[in-house]
């Protein structure tokens, strides 16, 4: 049995799985409704999502393999598959994390959740919800990992306070403040473009798959709604998940006040937050005429103009291999879209629905796909979750006669709810490294947050969007 479990965990032998998973998928028949391109993209996408759940090389490795496979299998000349990997998407993600890091320079996380902590008062419950509330706020402009990588610090802190000034255990209040940051973070994610990379690609798939342009501030009055109820529900589920047996952190916070007030407001940070608010304005009032991502690339030199950061902060600070998976994202999709093979997927998944199942319309098509995307995100990124499964919904929509709009924010949406396993978002797993978070912990309070969320996922969806007129 050791054996065994050592012989899966060398990357060779999976290596070895998917290039027999690729010639497998290559030696069937070509179906008689997908071309022969779109036979070849089917075995890249086996081969894509083996790689994403396996990693036996990191995900930017399996972007490149995306590349290098269309050209040697003849899907696409070199040109022709270099222009798929770039979009104004692309410029989006990279100006949305130069702006994260001017934003985290100024320490505008801390100063939010003192905000809220002196407004709501430094009960566990309410720290919680603050945690939770500013998490989600900020997510929604600044990834959720780098939330996620700011708060972490400050809550151990609380921790420790609490720890040497209190003979309690602290586990369960840790697990809570923990799990507020986290999953704060998820839930924030969805209600801007501006929140993950999975929403950026869907950005990019519904403009070449079907040419429709969605506004930020559009896109934000669809979504927020979501997010605003599952703050209170996601702090109510931990609360009765972890039940602190600490409750009062009025010490902890007062050291967290005296740590900010040594750090005084300079008037770069008020620079900061003056070209943060512009470039959201920006976002949405001219967003489609020169596009979210130009615009992400004006404020990322701003700051730059302004001395808020240098080019070593962004350099430092930007996982660039990040903007490379949203690149090779793109690509995939275009691939699978202009070869047939999400058509033939989507074609799959809605016989199915209809004949097997016996089900049709809106609801079992719309609940299918938000079901395929919420278990795809725990298995893999959020990111390659939008890339693999995006082009089907798309595409299953266009089939089943939906908005696609309406089903390209469902699949993003539903990307962002990824609460069952640490590896499901890069905050589960900062979270996890503390030390003081376990596996079975996900479990715990992530099966209640899932049923919650997909919940109120689709009271938004049939009545909100409803009422828009988006369904």
């Not at 490795?61 to 979009?87: D, K, W």
């Not at 990992?145 to 255990?169: F, G, I, N, Y």
């Not at 309406?406 to 396993?421: D, E, N, R, V, Y």
């Not at 900062?430 to 689709?458: C, M, N, Q, R």
Request: glycine share 10%.
């Amino acid at each position: 049995m050791e054996e065994l479990r050592r012989w899966f965990q060398s990357r060779w032998t999976w290596f070895l799985i998917i290039t027999l998973l690729v010639v497998l998928v290559l030696s069937l028949p070509t179906p008689d409704s997908l071309s022969p391109e779109g036979h070849k993209a089917l075995a890249l996408l086996a081969a894509v999502v083996v790689l994403f759940i396996a990693e036996p090389i990191s995900a930017p490795g399996t972007i490149l393999f995306i590349a290098v496979y269309q050209v040697l299998m003849g899907l696409g000349g070199p040109n022709e598959v270099a222009r798929s990997f770039m979009h104004d998407a692309v410029f989006f993600i990279m100006g949305a994390l130069m702006i994260g890091v001017a934003l985290t320079s100024q320490d505008v996380g801390q100063r939010l959740i003192l905000f809220l902590i002196n407004k709501l008062g430094s009960s566990a419950r309410r720290i919680s919800f603050a945690l939770v509330s500013s998490c989600a706020l900020l997510a929604g402009f600044i990834a959720g990992h780098v939330v996620a990588a700011v708060m972490t610090p400050m809550v151990l802190s609380l921790v420790r306070t609490m720890k040497e000034t209190q003979d309690e255990s602290v586990a369960g209040l840790s697990k809570y403040l923990l799990f507020s940051v986290a999953y704060g973070a998820s839930i924030g994610a969805l209600y801007a473009p501006s929140g993950g990379g999975r929403n950026i690609i869907i950005l990019g798939l519904l403009q070449r798959m079907h040419g429709i342009s969605i506004g930020y501030g559009q896109w934000i009055v669809y979504s927020i709604p979501i997010t605003l109820l599952l703050i209170p529900v996601t702090s109510w589920i931990l609360y009765r998940a972890f039940q602190p047996s600490i409750t009062d952190l009025s010490e902890a916070t007062a050291g967290l006040r005296a740590e900010l007030e040594e750090r005084e407001i300079t008037g770069e940070t008020g620079v900061t937050l003056a070209i943060f608010f512009m470039i959201v304005l920006l976002w949405i009032t001219m967003g489609r005429t020169i596009g979210l991502g130009i615009i992400a690339l004006i404020g990322a030199i701003l700051y730059l103009v302004f001395g808020i950061v240098n080019w070593e902060d962004y350099h430092t600070n930007i996982n660039w291999g990040v903007i490379l998976i949203y690149m090779g994202a793109l690509s995939l999709g275009s691939v699978l879209e202009s070869t047939g093979a999400a058509g033939w997927i989507a074609n799959m998944v809605l016989s199915f629905v209809r004949d097997g199942l016996g089900l049709s319309g809106l609801v079992p098509i719309s609940i299918t796909s938000s079901l395929l995307s919420m278990i795809m995100t725990n298995l893999m990124s959020a990111g390659a979750t939008a890339s693999v499964v995006g082009p089907i919904t798309l595409k299953l929509a266009e089939l089943a006669s939906i908005n696609p709009l309406a089903m390209g924010l469902l699949t993003a949406i539903s990307t962002s709810l990824g609460f069952l396993l640490l590896l499901a978002t890069p905050a589960n797993a900062i979270i996890y490294s503390t030390g003081h978070v376990e596996p079975k912990d996900f479990l715990v309070a992530g099966v209640w947050l899932t049923l919650a969320s997909f919940f109120v996922l689709f009271l938004v969806v049939f009545t909100w969007w409803g009422l828009l007129g988006l369904i």
